[in-house]
């Protein structure tokens, strides 16, 4: 009987060790991502600790006491009830994660990357900012246009108790209900393999939904709705513009062919870009920041794909919302 246990044993061992050579990038990956997320998890402090402190500036009490009354709004409208948001992790005004995106440098091709149960995925997440940075070397060895973007909140999808991060805290009310209402959202709904989606749902929902909040709670004339208006016009011609912009990019990179030098396809790239963001002068926001966005880098395929990524389905979402008489909890249904 050891004999036959014997035998049985050594052919499922090297299962198991091949089948960890297989994934090991995969695992350890995961096995970061889950340290960096503990942390973050185990540092966190409940809100009691930050509002019964009399040395804790009255303003951020304020916006702590915001998000809960948001977090209660969200109910209203049909987004999931939750646990999150009642601690606080204190980032000391420093980044938390930070986003890796990657793409075809002559078409609009994200790299996915495939995840156990939760499916496929158009950027990664770092809690460690020189891990992203390695990778994208790698992928820019490889060819790919990269993107590392800091991430200011995130959802574990119901894995854990997400806390408040203290860096949300800086944000007017109408942008951390925003950020709030997007994350509520990925909670309520998240579909496998469909990023492009979950994205532009959440995207969407983040702004209507703010927008509802504001109104409900100052009124439709209040500074702080006519603020978030002007914020959102300024936003939607940015987004335009650069999606725009990508709709050029992609007429001329169908008009190369293989045989095509690569410093010519790079030179007309550079050159339709440089085009892009110059013609930002000629669009009228009410924030000048606006028009020095590019002042240290042109964007390249990775950031215009982001877009498309949160905001490219956004007129078919509007029309469905308009269906359902912009009745949150019917348009939520519809989805689910």
Not at 7 to 27: C, H, K, M, R, V
Not at 55 to 63: A, E, N, Q, V, W
Not at 131 to 154: C, F, H, M, N, P
Not at 228 to 233: T, W
Request: glycine share 4%.
């Amino acid at each position: 009987m050891k004999i036959k246990k014997r035998i049985l044993i050594i052919p499922l061992l090297f299962i198991l060790f091949s089948g960890f050579l297989y994934y090991q990038d995969i695992i350890l990956y995961g096995a970061l991502q889950a340290k960096g997320q503990i942390l973050i998890l185990m540092e966190a402090r409940p809100i009691s600790t930050y509002l019964d402190d009399s040395d804790y500036p009255d303003s951020l009490k304020i916006r702590i006491q915001q998000i809960q009354q948001i977090k209660e709004y969200s109910e209203k409208i049909g987004l999931k009830p939750t646990n999150n948001y009642s601690s606080l992790y204190d980032q000391k005004n420093k980044a938390s994660l930070w986003n890796l995106s990657a793409c075809h440098p002559y078409k609009f091709e994200n790299k996915t990357w495939s995840f156990p149960f939760l499916g496929s995925f158009g950027y990664k997440g770092f809690f460690d900012l020189s891990q992203a940075q390695i990778e994208r070397e790698s992928l820019e060895k490889d060819g790919y246009d990269t993107r590392i973007r800091s991430v200011s909140a995130w959802s574990t999808l119901g894995w854990f108790k997400d806390p408040i991060l203290s860096n949300m805290l800086n944000n007017t009310e109408a942008k951390m209900a925003e950020t709030l209402f997007h994350e509520l959202t990925h909670s309520t709904l998240f579909l496998k393999n469909q990023l492009q989606f979950n994205e532009n749902l959440a995207s969407f929902i983040g702004k209507k939904a703010s927008i509802d909040y504001l109104t409900f709670f100052y009124g439709p004339n209040a500074n702080q709705i006519t603020d978030y208006l002007l914020a959102i016009e300024d936003s939607e011609k940015f987004r335009q513009h650069l999606l725009r912009g990508k709709q050029s990019l992609n007429r001329l990179y169908k008009s190369f062919s293989d045989v095509d030098d690569l410093n010519f396809k790079a030179a007309e790239k550079n050159k339709t870009i440089r085009s892009i963001v110059n013609h930002l002068d000629t669009i009228k926001f009410s924030n000048v920041n606006y028009y020095n966005v590019f002042n240290k880098s042109l964007p390249n395929n990775a950031y215009f794909m982001s877009y498309t990524r949160y905001y490219a389905e956004e007129h078919k979402l509007d029309s469905i919302f308009n269906y359902y008489e912009k009745d949150f909890k019917k348009f939520i249904n519809h989805y689910k």
